[in-house]
């Protein structure tokens, strides 16, 4: 009886001690309050293109709550998994069935056996890839440039929406993602000829499109054909076509002046080019390079529109990195074929305006000695104020020497007959250079004449121009 009533008394006092909100010591709290949670698919990405998605789950129970110790998992609200572990993280299978917008459910239990409301999260499968399309220059055919504009189209249906566009000149290499847009400029490869341009499209499930592609001709532009590209600060550089073809370079041994370091000569078949319309001027130079190296030297105009002068040819490679690395485009000195042949502009004769054997014409297209130094003015002259040669180049007779790529050779044994720059490995001691100068006698204008500098000379008589592979 004595027992009984004692447990009785302990029940009463547990009671009261409830009713009261409090439990003495070395008694348990009731825990009524459901625990909580969250759950996020995915990573909260909206689109998946696998029924395998990554659950992200979080739980509590309250401050005093018995804690959270299962979980289970349903597609629906009415069929639900086991109660399983809790893991913050877990592998889940969606259903099996068409397209569209699936829901994960979750609902976790505590000690206490309260079950959490339902939490859910919803994720887009789309398993069709999108479609797209591209076209060049509106579908034209061909092109004298390398810019084109690309016209593209792309679909993902009521999927999940196309998200990035790639781009390939060979389908093995391609540009990074990058957001779509329904016209983009584009740079074909360098190279005259056919070339195909590929898209690819990415939906924001992952779905890579099939390649799309289409195609256009890099046509020779007409000789003399003008392009200008803009360097720092809005700086125009005028560039002129010098179309391919072949020509004998060097001098015949009848020809007046000719001395014997242009001999042999040879046949030289060369691509087409684009070369600089003038000489590099120092306004060109000073806003690439930010100097002005000619500033207080003697015989040197003041003026932004004469040559950039009293730069070696070891400056002139300085300025085609910068450049280069300013426009994203390839320049380079041109080679020494490039320049007789771009100087002749398909003449066989002493100067682009003919034998001139008296030097009566060459005043109208060259600065030299007699209308320069010996007039007084000792000094490289505005370009452009000559007659230009019949591709539209002007001063490739006088005003400034022009460096070349090629190391200097005494004569043409063994020289290249495919236009490119010839190059010693070790580099030589010595460039060449072309054209004449303002200093120099009339015969040195001669189209096959060369000279020989060391590639550290600064001078008032050297400059260059620059020349871009189309």
Avoid at 190 to 204: E, F, I, K, P, S
Wanted: proline share 6%.
């Amino acid at each position: 009886m004595k027992s009984t009533l004692k447990a009785q008394g302990i029940v009463y006092t547990l009671m009261l001690a409830a009713l009261a909100g409090f439990a003495p010591s070395g008694a348990r709290a009731v825990d009524t309050t459901p625990p909580t949670g969250t759950i996020v698919i995915n990573n909260n990405r909206s689109a998946t293109n696998t029924l395998n998605v990554l659950l992200a789950l979080t739980w509590s129970d309250g401050v005093g709550g018995s804690g959270v110790s299962r979980m289970r998992f349903s597609d629906d609200g009415a069929h639900w998994t086991a109660w399983q572990a809790l893991a913050a993280s877990d592998t889940y299978a969606l259903p099996v069935g068409p397209d569209g917008h699936r829901t994960v459910r979750v609902q976790f239990l505590d000690k206490a056996n309260n079950s959490s409301a339902v939490c859910s999260d919803y994720i887009l499968l789309d398993t069709a890839p999108p479609t797209g399309g591209i076209t060049i220059n509106s579908g034209a055919a061909t092109t004298n440039s390398r810019s084109v504009t690309l016209g593209l189209t792309w679909a993902d249906g009521s999927g999940s929406g196309v998200s990035r566009v790639r781009f390939s000149d060979d389908g093995a290499h391609w540009t990074a993602w990058e957001a779509p847009q329904a016209t983009r400029p584009y740079t074909l490869p360098a190279g005259l000829g056919n070339h195909t341009v590929r898209a690819q499209y990415l939906d924001g499930a992952g779905n890579n499109s099939a390649v799309y592609s289409d195609y256009i001709k890099l046509a020779e532009p007409s000789a003399g054909a003008s392009q200008t590209v803009l360097l720092p600060g809005n700086v125009s550089l005028v560039l002129k076509w010098i179309p391919s073809g072949e020509f004998t370079m060097g001098s015949p041994d009848n020809e007046q002046g000719r001395v014997a370091n242009e001999q042999p000569q040879h046949l030289v078949t060369l691509p087409g080019f684009w070369m600089g319309k003038y000489s590099i001027t120092k306004s060109q130079w000073k806003a690439v390079m930010g100097t002005s190296p000619w500033t207080g030297q003697a015989f040197e105009l003041a003026n932004g529109s004469s040559p950039a002068s009293l730069v070696s040819w070891n400056d002139a490679k300085a300025f085609l990195t910068a450049v280069n690395s300013d426009t994203g485009k390839t320049f380079r000195l041109p080679s020494e074929a490039e320049r007789e042949y771009a100087a002749r502009a398909g003449t066989t004769t002493r100067f682009y305006w003919g034998d001139d054997p008296n030097g009566s014409m060459i005043g109208d297209y060259a600065w030299y000695a007699d209308n320069a130094w010996s007039a007084g003015e000792q000094y490289a002259h505005i370009v452009g104020q000559k007659l230009p040669n019949a591709w539209g180049l002007y001063d490739m007779s006088g005003n400034v020497f022009e460096w070349c790529e090629d190391d200097y050779h005494p004569d043409y044994t063994g020289a290249p007959t495919g236009g490119q720059a010839w190059v010693d490995t070790p580099r030589g001691s010595n460039r060449t250079a072309r054209g004449g100068s303002w200093y120099q006698l009339y015969t040195w204008a001669r189209s096959a004449d060369r000279v020989n500098p060391a590639p550290d000379v600064t001078d008032g008589q050297y400059g260059f121009r620059v020349v871009l592979t189309p």
